[in-house]
DNA sequence: TTGTAAGCGTTATCAA
DNA sequence: TTGATAACGCTTACAA
């Protein structure tokens, strides 16, 4: 491992230098530069970031975390944040729940981008500052420093849900995700809004908790299958778990949407594919907006207002006119 | 940002005496280590890892390097590798290729897993030593330090290809990956040895070179399809670039596998609802595996030789019985 | 049981 | 144009 010292003797200079030359300081003579230069080359000099994140207190480099590997759409997010960081300066590194708390203090990195819904606001809210400021996406969090950056689930999934009464369904169930999630709140509220205001009426036993994952909603079918009558349409928080009914409704030889319909929201990469219906979030976009924002708000210019993304709803055929 | 100074003042004892309570050392008075630990709640002190990194050299945390966010696959190797990690002490740091090297080297991390087919190979032996062994995924390097993990490319591939000769297809198109990659070899090289073996003749112009993205695959059919006469059957080095290839034979018209077979790799998530006939490598498997080899040989117990796992077929409905 | 001090690899300040 | 030196937050002999 080539330190600054290794360079500095190597070169028969001091290591400040060597520092200077690293560091594009004018300071320098060009004859040292060009032989500094060289001596890195060849010696493979990688400056360690460690010592100068302990010395500056800034690493040019924003932090990212996720915790579910079941959305693969999150790479698509990724995709975003990593080409706005790398044409800006910035590295990006990427951390999953466990090991977050750790990057975010103490100025390993200038700034993260939160979408782990199992990190706690508190402990995201304890540790956003003016000089570690935060992006939330999927969350509103009122803070000074946190900007909040979310898809808007309640227009689309009202559209979705109207759709869906227009085409003459009526006995709902609805398959929700994280009961504490905003997301998962504002969907349930849009759907729930409309049934209201067509006077549909929805009883609780209609709705079942998951938690976005595949198999979640594969077990709400099953609990709703096992039930004297069968819905005429799963409503589902997410892709994941609308796939994982559609799969327990086939598997039970029920057709979609013949004996039943489903939708989901997300527009996974495997919607498509599947056939179902779904609300669609621009997710490269999200990614490649949210570093924006972090990075302008690192830089200080920016402002931490709520930000809203539209999504907008893809009819497809797991939802046909209601044969009932 | 709360340090161990902090700390130490708040609690009126010296630095060292947090840093023995923090490590759990034994050599502290009960009293002082409740007090000291109440404190570090109260004021929510998080240890600065670069300070740490610097002086024990060592960081316990491992590396996981990709660069392809088009392959949802990835995805379960991370949870792999985020699971077995995370039972056993380690943290992990996921990053894109740019940011990669630096965390490399300098014990800034104590071990990495590289999967990206852009970092070269040279780099990753220059950066392997006893200190910081690695683990690469999809390509073998011949290094005392580096272990390789593969997936058996050229024994799934000999049995997909040898099933399709025997459902009777004679007109081969390859769409290839990257060219120089170990994948893209092995899975030609079967594909060409299984042709040759049965005295199937295969035109270079039968060759497409892609870039394992959809669009390369979509290209490629668009090229196909301007030539006098179609393939029977679309081999592609992987699901994306049959996906790509699928799309754009439906475009133009053609049923799949009625006018046009076509076969992927990887089994993505999307292979399955399209009902593509692929080959399937264990991906969660892979990330777990290659997360407890590297561990080991940070550890010091493990070993470096290669290591290959294997994948199976899944025939689907993209392939049927040739009808010409 | 606790404290002092050196040092990890860097940068910044100041002096030469 | 260069070099000493202190400091960043932490651990670890060693001394008290």
């Known amino acids: 491992m080539t330190t600054i010292k290794d360079i500095a003797a190597a070169a028969g200079v001091s290591v400040s230098t060597v520092s200077n030359v690293m560091n594009h300081k004018s300071n320098v003579g060009e004859e040292t530069r060009q032989r500094i230069l060289r001596l890195c080359q060849e010696l493979h000099y990688i400056p360690n970031a460690a010592g100068k994140n302990l010395k500056t207190g800034e690493s040019k480099t924003i932090l990212f975390n996720f915790g579910d590997f ?17 044409d800006n300066g910035y590295d990006l590194m990427i951390c999953t729940t466990k090991s977050c708390e750790k990057y975010m203090h103490n100025k390993l990195t200038d700034g993260c981008i939160i979408l782990d819904y199992r990190m706690e606001d508190k402990t995201i809210q304890r540790a956003a500052t003016e000089q570690y400021p935060i992006v939330v996406l999927d969350r509103v969090l009122p803070h000074p420093y946190i900007k909040s950056l979310v898809v808007n689930n309640y227009g689309p999934m009202t559209e979705l849900v109207e759709g869906i009464v227009e085409r003459g369904y009526r ?57 004297p009558e069968l819905p005429e349409i799963f409503v589902c928080a997410n892709d994941n778990m609308a796939i994982g009914a559609m ?10 949407p013949d004996d039943a319909a ?25 990614g490649y907006l949210a570093a924006s924002s972090l990075i302008e708000n690192i830089k200080g210019g920016g402002n931490f207002e709520l930000m809203k993304l ?15």
């Open 171 to 227: 006995k709902f169930a609805f398959i929700g995700g994280i009961e504490h999630t905003d997301d998962n709140k504002e969907r349930f509220q849009a759907f729930i809004d409309v049934l209201t205001k067509h006077r549909i009426p929805f009883r609780r036993e209609n709705y079942f908790s998951g938690d976005y994952r595949e198999q979640s909603g594969y077990q709400a079918a099953k609990i709703f299958m096992s039930a």
């Open 70 to 86: 079941d959305r693969s759409f999150y790479l698509k997010i990724i995709e975003g944040i990593n080409d706005y960081a790398g």
């Open 247 to 256: 799969n327990a409704l086939r598997e039970r030889g029920y057709r979609i």
């Open 310 to 324: 539209t999504a907008v709803v893809e009819w497809r055929k797991s939802v046909g006119i209601c044969p009932f």
């Open 262 to 286: 489903v939708t989901g929201f997300d527009n996974c990469e495997r919607a498509e594919t599947a056939g179902l219906t779904t609300v669609a979030a621009p997710d490269y976009e999200r």
